[in-house]
Nanobody, 114 residues
């Protein structure tokens, strides 16, 4: 089991930036993939970005060129740099880790509004 904790959410104006962080503890040596999902009110949870233990990254089309996922190693803290934020980026952002099972953080609220 992997325990995850997110931080860095908040309120930001359109066009602004935020950086989310996700720390992991527990069975971290089994982690293969880390990443971020988000869920807006009334919508399904969607994958935002992911990074594998070989360093391969993937992004949702809606965030390509604006968001960047980074980490030194999937066992270490993972970051999501979010630039040029839009109101439609408003959601609860969840960090996850995949070991063969998926573990989730409790989520952090990101609100983009003027």
């Amino acid at each position: 089991q992997v325990q995850l904790v997110e931080s860095g959410g908040g309120l930001v104006q359109p066009g602004g930036s935020l950086r989310l962080s996700c720390a992991a503890a527990g069975n971290i040596f089994s982690i293969r993939i880390r990443g971020w999902y988000r869920q807006a009110p009334g919508k399904q949870r969607e994958l935002v970005a992911s990074v594998t233990n070989s360093g391969s990254t993937a992004y949702a089309d809606s965030v390509k060129g604006r968001f960047t996922i980074s980490t030194d190693n999937v066992k270490n803290p993972v970051y999501l740099q979010m630039n040029s934020l839009k109101p439609e980026d408003t959601a609860v952002y969840y960090c996850y880790a995949y070991t063969g099972w998926t573990s989730w953080g409790p989520g952090t609220q990101v609100t983009v509004s003027s």
